[in-house]
């Protein structure tokens, strides 16, 4: 139903428009300073720390740094370091047990017993010996910073506390810095694993707000809106080359201002026994930055900093005391403002903020934030607060309208509003189709009783005209609610396209009373009068928005089929579809039921005739558009790149289609088939909550909200042309208890201008002896591939020397190369060695499990060391080793203890004797770290353990075999290998990459509430 608004209702709107133009305000901001300080050999006692800190009017107000290889990576740095906390009861100062520590301890009776003596003042929180903050002015930088590593070094080092007294000097500034790393859930900022020194230098960078024809954005290249200029998350290809590994990305600019992050950040409970200093700003929408003739917009509820500052009892908040940044209350408080901020495009400078004079909260906040991506049109931004939609210029930031929507008493026909449109997380963007502004609202009145009947409310459509923000037209039940409505364009002129989801309850409703909107509706409507063009019965409940290319539109087209959610719900069991529209008539093409269409919790893309879908279940797919064949077939983008939570984003330009992640990801459309790239850009991105937050594309530049940031980065070929090579090398047997010829190790070394720039490891499978991982959810890491710097391989001539610190899965370990190049011939040795931790623990126990045959008639010895490993600073804990006895008498083996970590063990039992009924000998463990946990407090490395056995089986009257013994042992020894090495050299070839694609629909989800 189309509801055109009348000339009174209009002239209401038009009141409520220009009435809040008195109460907003612009905010203009001086070009910050720039610092560029060097902290020398800071990292991994190797590379230089480069930090970045911004001060303007003599305020330090924010900064970030770079180290090691990859100059790309951003590291947070907070300006003003928070103050050790001490816990008083009784006049006496307690110490947590660190069993109190985690994030999720708050749900534990001992805990709450805590707080409630927190809550009644039996229990004082306090800070003491505060550090003085970084200043800096043109005499001096000096004071105390805060260091958080976006990726961990060798030392498994994340927090550092760096002190900093560089007085002025001829061309700059030059001192000392003084610097130790902390746990981060140590309340006294204490040493943990060294405190060291050195050099810095720092100068002021007087060229940073600088442009340049280089860094220029080209006309017709924008990213106007959320989902890019054509709605289809793919970008206006740039002239020049886009890069093939991300290695080569170039971190252009991180803006002078700190930004929220999403939903990260602060824990549940305000009281608590760890400080929470590296939580940014807090939470914040979800929305996403746009790009538009030269600058960079961001909109968003900001906290309001002068009357956070003007409010009793903020430094007395336990949050504060705890360390988090002051600004994270402002939700709370009611201090947010609908705010929209311009930056430079080309310096990332901050230019102006429009922000409204109203203060309130969050609208939903963390699981429950919204999308407000602002859209550019016609010379201004219109974008959508709180709880209205403005129209602000472009240039200035003046406000040209502001729309509180309409309100005429409760349950009136005519009410909209532009608050939150659904319970949990969602995307309330507005867009431009047609020369109007679309947004999706809630104008459904809530019924008094619930019946399976009811059609879901946040599902009606507005248009208003972006020149006055005049609503021009209204339509109900159209669109999903989780979706921005789309176009598409037919005989030359633009449509709105929307898809419907249909009822929620719809396996409550008698058959003979179902409706076709009951189970979803695709819906054509002329953008400038609102018109319904058609409505077709050719969706499947769809609450996110259908992906266009060309007059192909893909989307939920199961109407019928049952089946049952995680929850066992029954639902129409979504699958993914094609079909072309016309504007008559929609003509079904194709239908992939084996593929599960995500709903709600992905945003699918439409690039160069592919669409490109993700999903927890069946994984990240390409299909192409005209008839439905796969055509790129990945893991989940979450188990290849992890990232905040599994809540993924697509983008795409050029051909290539980059990932979210904890490292984003490259692919390239190559020949119609989707291809996974070399590279990996590590980054801390911003999380949202089923809306994930976003990037912008614009002419071969991703800018990207960071954790506490906005960045950019620049993804274009260099202008100079690099001389890319590669090396492919195998090693000889190297990973303990596989076969003989089949623990080989592959390598790849990309070398760039003659220099080894990175160097990648395919590490053999030992753990696969058919034994079961002892993983829960997360699994293992479906990339085959481990990439790290090779800045450490001198080349010299024919030589490649040096040390290089290999990933292999989940740590690091030192590998020593000695290699010869002879014209494409490549040789030489490679000595792996695990370091011998920091104190040697000796072991020694019992032994028992049990002795089977398997079908393929190989001898299984499953053997339990009770307390035999070394859970990290836990002490003692049990682990299982699998000897397996093939019928050629080869031995396999591996171990894992899912008490210890999640990762599967190297085992070496060359030495150990399987004759008969015993087993005894020799052998070494190589205990291996995961993601979640490291074994060893010093590195983040591996842990070797030397073990003699002594086990005997016994036949039992059930007829099962089993077995018992003792052993001794020590743990935290080293481990040298040394093996050869060949290869070739590969002269203009780029390095290769490969998951395990085996991965796709084996790896379980987290659950729902998890974190």
């Known amino acids: 139903m189309v509801r055109r608004l009348t000339r009174t209702v209009a002239a209401v709107v038009l009141l409520l428009v220009f009435s809040a133009t008195a109460v907003a305000e612009v905010v203009p901001f001086t070009p910050s300073s720039v610092y560029n300080v060097t902290l020398a050999k800071f990292y991994n006692g190797e590379s230089d720390l480069l930090v970045t800190i911004y001060v303007r009017d003599g305020k330090p107000v924010h900064g970030y740094a770079v180290a090691g290889d990859n100059r790309a990576v951003i590291h947070r740095i907070d300006l003003t370091p928070a103050a050790p906390i001490e816990y008083i009861e009784n006049g006496k100062r307690f110490m947590p047990g660190d069993s109190l520590k985690g994030n999720y301890d708050y749900k534990k009776p001992e805990f709450r017993e805590y707080r409630n003596r927190y809550n009644a003042k039996k229990i004082e929180m306090r800070n003491y010996d505060a550090p003085v903050a970084v200043q800096a002015d043109d005499k001096r930088i000096a004071g105390t910073f805060d260091l958080f590593l976006d990726v961990p070094d060798r030392k498994k080092r994340v927090s550092f506390r760096i002190a900093v007294d560089l007085p002025a000097a001829a061309g700059g500034y030059a001192g000392k810095f003084t610097a130790y790393d902390y746990h981060p859930q140590d309340e006294t900022f204490g040493v943990r694993v060294e405190r060291f020194e050195g050099q810095a230098t720092a100068v002021l960078n007087k060229a940073a707000w600088e442009q340049s024809p280089e860094r220029a954005f080209a006309a017709g290249k924008d990213w106007p809106q959320t989902h890019g200029p054509t709605l289809t998350g793919s970008a206006i290809d740039c002239e020049r080359e886009l890069i093939d590994n991300l290695a080569d990305a170039r971190l252009m600019w991180v803006a002078d201002l700190p930004i929220p992050g999403g939903r990260q950040g602060i824990p549940r409970s305000e009281f608590g026994f760890f400080p929470i200093n590296n939580s940014g700003l807090g939470i914040t929408q979800f929305s996403a930055p746009i790009v538009a003739k030269g600058k960079v917009y961001l909109a968003l509820p900001y906290p309001d900093e002068a009357a956070l500052a003007a409010t009793p009892g903020v430094a007395a908040h336990p949050q504060v005391i705890r360390g988090a940044d002051p600004r994270v209350l402002a939700a709370d408080l009611g201090l947010l403002r609908d705010t929209l901020f311009c930056f430079d495009a080309q310096t990332g400078r901050v230019l102006w903020a429009f922000r409204d004079e109203r203060k309130g909260g969050l609208a939903g906040e963390s699981k429950s934030g919204r999308g407000l991506t602002a859209v550019y049109s016609g010379g201004k931004i219109i974008f959508r607060g709180q709880s209205s939609m403005y129209g602000v210029d472009a240039e200035t930031g003046k406000l040209l309208w502001q729309n509180k929507g309409e309100s005429k008493g409760k349950d009136h026909p005519d009410n909209y509003g532009f608050g939150a449109t659904d319970g949990l997380s969602t995307d309330d963007s507005p867009v431009v189709i047609g020369d109007v502004v679309i947004a999706r609202i809630n104008d459904t009145p809530k019924p008094a009783k619930s019946s399976p009947l009811d059609l879901p409310r946040g599902t009606s459509l507005v248009g208003l005209d972006p020149a006055t923000g005049r609503a021009l037209w209204r339509v109900r039940h159209v669109s999903g609610s989780k979706a921005t409505p789309t176009a598409i364009t037919l005989g030359g002129k633009p449509y709105v396209l929307a898809a419907y989801e249909g009822a929620?309850?719809?396996?409550?409703?008698?058959?003979?009373?179902?409706?076709?909107?009951?189970?979803?509706?695709?819906?054509?409507?002329?953008?400038?009068?609102?018109?319904?063009?058609?409505?077709?019965?050719?969706?499947?409940?769809?609450?996110?928005?259908?992906?266009?290319?060309?007059?192909?539109?893909?989307?939920?087209?199961?109407?019928?089929?049952?089946?049952?959610?995680?929850?066992?719900?029954?639902?129409?069991?979504?699958?993914?579809?094609?079909?072309?529209?016309?504007?008559?008539?929609?003509?079904?093409?194709?239908?992939?039921?084996?593929?599960?269409?995500?709903?709600?919790?992905?945003?699918?893309?439409?690039?160069?005739?592919?669409?490109?879908?993700?999903?927890?279940?069946?994984?990240?797919?390409?299909?192409?558009?005209?008839?439905?064949?796969?055509?790129?077939?990945?893991?989940?983008?979450?188990?290849?790149?992890?990232?905040?939570?599994?809540?993924?984003?697509?983008?795409?330009?050029?051909?290539?289609?980059?990932?979210?992640?904890?490292?984003?990801?490259?692919?390239?459309?190559?020949?119609?088939?989707?291809?996974?790239?070399?590279?990996?850009?590590?980054?801390?991105?911003?999380?949202?909550?089923?809306?994930?937050?976003?990037?912008?594309?614009?002419?071969?530049?991703?800018?990207?909200?960071?954790?506490?940031?906005?960045?950019?980065?620049?993804?274009?070929?260099?202008?100079?042309?690099?001389?890319?090579?590669?090396?492919?090398?195998?090693?000889?047997?190297?990973?303990?208890?596989?076969?003989?010829?089949?623990?080989?190790?592959?390598?790849?070394?990309?070398?760039?201008?003659?220099?080894?720039?990175?160097?990648?490891?395919?590490?053999?499978?030992?753990?696969?002896?058919?034994?079961?991982?002892?993983?829960?959810?997360?699994?293992?890491?479906?990339?085959?591939?481990?990439?790290?710097?090779?800045?450490?391989?001198?080349?010299?001539?024919?030589?490649?020397?040096?040390?290089?610190?290999?990933?292999?899965?989940?740590?690091?370990?030192?590998?020593?190369?000695?290699?010869?190049?002879?014209?494409?011939?490549?040789?030489?040795?490679?000595?792996?060695?695990?370091?011998?931790?920091?104190?040697?623990?000796?072991?020694?126990?019992?032994?028992?499990?049990?002795?089977?045959?398997?079908?393929?008639?190989?001898?299984?010895?499953?053997?339990?060391?009770?307390?035999?490993?070394?859970?990290?600073?836990?002490?003692?804990?049990?682990?299982?080793?699998?000897?397996?006895?093939?019928?050629?008498?080869?031995?396999?083996?591996?171990?894992?203890?899912?008490?210890?970590?999640?990762?599967?063990?190297?085992?070496?039992?060359?030495?150990?004797?399987?004759?008969?009924?015993?087993?005894?000998?020799?052998?070494?463990?190589?205990?291996?770290?995961?993601r979640f946990k490291h074994l060893r407090s010093d590195l983040g490395s591996a842990l070797a353990g030397v073990y003699q056995l002594d086990v005997k089986a016994a036949k039992q009257e059930d007829g099962k075999t089993t077995v018992a013994g003792s052993f001794t042992g020590v743990v935290g020894v080293s481990y040298e290998r040394k093996v050869a090495v060949s290869g070739s050299l590969k002269r203009g070839q780029e390095v290769q990459v490969e998951v395990d694609k085996k991965g796709t629909v084996a790896m379980p989800s987290p659950p729902e509430n998890e974190e």
């Open 504 to 930: 929620e309850r719809i396996a409550e409703i008698p058959e003979g009373q179902i409706k076709p909107e009951h189970r979803g509706m695709l819906t054509l409507i002329e953008p400038t009068s609102g018109k319904i063009v058609w409505q077709k019965p050719v969706a499947g409940p769809t609450q996110s928005y259908p992906v266009v290319w060309n007059d192909v539109v893909m989307l939920n087209v199961n109407r019928d089929q049952m089946g049952k959610d995680k929850k066992q719900k029954p639902i129409v069991t979504p699958w993914p579809g094609g079909v072309r529209v016309g504007m008559d008539d929609v003509k079904p093409l194709w239908s992939l039921p084996k593929l599960d269409w995500q709903d709600g919790r992905q945003t699918p893309v439409a690039h160069n005739g592919v669409f490109l879908i993700d999903s927890r279940i069946t994984g990240f797919q390409a299909i192409k558009a005209d008839t439905g064949e796969v055509v790129g077939k990945f893991p989940h983008i979450y188990h290849m790149s992890r990232g905040d939570h599994n809540w993924t984003w697509v983008i795409a330009s050029n051909n290539r289609v980059i990932t979210s992640g904890e490292q984003m990801l490259l692919f390239k459309l190559v020949d119609n088939e989707l291809k996974l790239m070399p590279g990996g850009l590590p980054a801390d991105l911003a999380g949202g909550y089923v809306c994930p937050i976003r990037p912008a594309l614009a002419d071969g530049r991703l800018v990207v909200r960071t954790s506490n940031g906005l960045a950019c980065f620049d993804l274009r070929k260099p202008v100079q042309k690099q001389a890319v090579d590669s090396m492919q090398l195998r090693t000889a047997d190297l990973a303990l208890g596989m076969r003989a010829g089949e623990a080989t190790a592959d390598m790849q070394i990309r070398m760039v201008d003659g220099k080894a720039q990175t160097m990648m490891l395919r590490y053999p499978a030992y753990q696969n002896i058919s034994t079961p991982r002892p993983f829960a959810w997360g699994g293992v890491d479906t990339l085959r591939w481990r990439v790290v710097g090779a800045s450490g391989l001198m080349s010299a001539s024919d030589r490649l020397h040096g040390t290089v610190w290999m990933r292999v899965n989940e740590h690091s370990e030192p590998w020593l190369f000695d290699l010869a190049v002879k014209g494409e011939a490549i040789s030489g040795t490679c000595q792996r060695t695990i370091p011998a931790a920091p104190r040697q623990v000796k072991v020694a126990g019992q032994i028992d499990g049990e002795q089977t045959v398997l079908d393929d008639k190989r001898s299984r010895y499953t053997l339990r060391l009770v307390k035999g490993g070394i859970n990290g600073e836990e002490g003692p804990a049990d682990f299982t080793l699998v000897i397996d006895k093939l019928p050629d008498g080869q031995l396999l083996a591996c171990g894992a203890s899912a008490r210890m970590n999640q990762a599967m063990f190297e085992v070496d039992c060359s030495a150990v004797k399987v004759d008969g009924e015993h087993v005894r000998g020799a052998l070494t463990v190589i205990f291996h770290s995961d």
